[in-house]
Structures are given as structure tokens and as C-alpha cells.
């Protein structure tokens, strides 16, 4: 980036994603040499009751953006989830692997890279997969919590995937708009951190590390997910095979253990 580049980063009171028009207007407006967008319709159940604001949000807006991007020339940044698959493959997905989400957050998510990447021009789809870190809403946090109430937490142990912290899909994002591709690198990538695990084998990892004095919690039990029904169904195994971006952009992924220890730590010397 030049030492004179800038960002703006709109929150939904200034552009609501629902808007194409007004999205539209303001991307001609700012004229941006880099779009990302990492914002979302992130509600996976709420999802099933709304799938025209999931859609609108995470499909039509995408496309929209896309094709202003486009048209400016401009680099364009969109975000995606292991939530476009099934889980029924039982071995890492790759980007050529078919899709078919299990629920209206993923196909509102999948509708969202297609419009994205028809949009011609130099899109990059980043595919993650279970983000958390040290502020917002996250599983991590969540499980912090958990454990500070209760004597025991009762996780699902039958949904694997790569736990990805916020902080190194930005590393990724930034490497990928530093890298400034030609077309020909643009297209569909998977970014996660290393290695699988359960949301239960993740708790359980959180546990261990979490030192703090005020902890109750003493054990993390496995449940089964038809022992915690939610209106949407996830995919029950969403590793992805992250060689393609590894590759491309020469960022190496990261185990998820080193990650979440290196969470946990930036989180203990806030305490
Ligand atoms: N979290 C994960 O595990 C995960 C996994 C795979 C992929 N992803 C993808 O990563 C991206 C970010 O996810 P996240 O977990 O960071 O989600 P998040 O915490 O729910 O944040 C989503 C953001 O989108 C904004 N937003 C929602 N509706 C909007 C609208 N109509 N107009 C403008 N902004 C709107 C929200 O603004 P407000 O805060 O004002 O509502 C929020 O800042 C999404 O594309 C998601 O699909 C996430």
C-alpha cells in the first residue's frame, strides 16, 4: 500500500448492505482502489426464519459490490464459509469440491461467491471457517464465560472444523490486498488456521489453558448434536484444504492450538 493510502470502514448506520442502490452510489462516491467486504448476515438460525434479509445481505450486496468494484477497476475482498458444504466428503473440501450448504445461511453465503466471482473482474473469495478472538461475540469468549458459571460445560463433539482466529484472517486479507493480484490469481480461496478439531476437543483446549482464578468450570462433556437441536443444520466435518492460498500468496497456515494459545495469552495480559 502507499504511504498515502486510507480506509473507511462504514458501519450499517452509514451503509446498510441491504441497500444495493445506496451501496452502489457510495462505492461510486468513494471510488475505493480496494474493496473488503467482511460484513455479513451472520445469524446461521435466525437464517432459516429470514432467508430473504440472509440473501439480500450476504448474496445480493456481494454482487453488487462486485460489479462496482469492477467497474472501478477496483480489488475486490469477500468473505465465505465452510457452511457452503455439506460435510459429507470426510476429507479436507478444495475449492473445485461442489457446494451444498445444509442450511439458508450457507446458500445465502454461496449465492454471495458466485454473484461475486460472475462479476469478471479481480475478485478474491476467501473461504474461512470458525472465527473467534479476543473481542466481539465468539465461541471463545463465549466458553470464558461458561466457564466462570458453571461447574461443568456440555459441548458438541460431532462437528469438526479448523478454529480460525480473526487476527490471522486479516493477515491473510492483508496479504492478499498487499499482493495486489493480477486476474489470473484472483478467484476462490480456503484460508483457515491448521488441524481439526470438535467444538468440544476446542472447549476443552480453552479449558486447560484458561489459568484464571475465578474459573468454576472443571470439565468440558461431549455431547452429540442431536442432543442441542438448533433450527439450522451444520455441516458435521468442514476441514478445508488450504494448499491453494498457501501456495499462491506464500502464507502459511498455522496450527489452531498456537493460535488459540497465543488468543488466550493477549487475553491474560489484558486481565
Ligand atoms: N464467524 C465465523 O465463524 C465465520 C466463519 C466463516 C465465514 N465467516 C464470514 O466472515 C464474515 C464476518 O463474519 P463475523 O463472524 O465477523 O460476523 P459478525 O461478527 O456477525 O459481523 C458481521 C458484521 O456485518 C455487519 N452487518 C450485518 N448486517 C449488515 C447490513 N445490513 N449492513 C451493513 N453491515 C451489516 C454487522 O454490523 P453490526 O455489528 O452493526 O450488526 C457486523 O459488523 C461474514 O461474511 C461471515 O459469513 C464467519
Known amino acids: 500500500m502507499s504511504a498515502t493510502a486510507s480506509a473507511v470502514a462504514p458501519d450499517e448506520t452509514v451503509l446498510d448492505l441491504r441497500d444495493a442502490a445506496g451501496l452502489r452510489a457510495a462505492v461510486r462516491k468513494a471510488s475505493p482502489a480496494v474493496i473488503v467486504n467482511a460484513a455479513g448476515y451472520t445469524a446461521v438460525d435466525r437464517a432459516e426464519s429470514e432467508p430473504d434479509v440472509a440473501r439480500a445481505v450476504n448474496a445480493v450486496a456481494s454482487g453488487a459490490l462486485a460489479e462496482e468494484a469492477t467497474r472501478l477497476g477496483a480489488l475486490f475482498v469477500h468473505y465465505s464459509t465452510d457452511y457452503v458444504f455439506d460435510g459429507a ?16 445461511y450457507g446458500r445465502s453465503k454461496l449465492e454471495g461467491e458466485r454473484r461475486a466471482l460472475a462479476a469478471g473482474g479481480r475478485v478474491v473469495v476467501l473461504r474461512t471457517s470458525w472465527v473467534y478472538g479476543p473481542r466481539g461475540q465468539n465461541f471463545l469468549l463465549t466458553m470464558l464465560r461458561l466457564f466462570e458459571e458453571r461447574d461443568e460445560a456440555r459441548v458438541v463433539d460431532d462437528q469438526v472444523g479448523a478454529p480460525t482466529t480473526a487476527g490471522y484472517f486479516a493477515e491473510a486479507t492483508l496479504r492478499v490486498v498487499e499482493a495486489r493480484p493480477a486476474p489470473e490469481a484472483c478467484g476462490l480461496y480456503h484460508v483457515t488456521a491448521g488441524g481439526q478439531t470438535s467444538w468440544c476437543g476446542f472447549a476443552q483446549r480453552i479449558l486447560e489453558l484458561d489459568g484464571r482464578p475465578g474459573k468454576r468450570c472443571t470439565r468440558v462433556v461431549p455431547i452429540r448434536t442431536s442432543d442441542y437441536p438448533t433450527p439450522a443444520r451444520r455441516p458435521a466435518w468442514s476441514v478445508l484444504d488450504c494448499r491453494r492460498f498457501t501456495e499462491r500468496f506464500g502464507f502459511p497456515q498455522r496450527p489452531w492450538e498456537d493460535l488459540l494459545a497465543e488468543t488466550m495469552a493477549e487475553l491474560d495480559g489484558r486481565a
Request: no cysteine.
Open 89 to 104: 466428503k470426510g476429507a479436507p473440501y478444495v475449492e473445485t469440491d461442489t457446494p451444498a450448504p445444509l442450511g439458508e
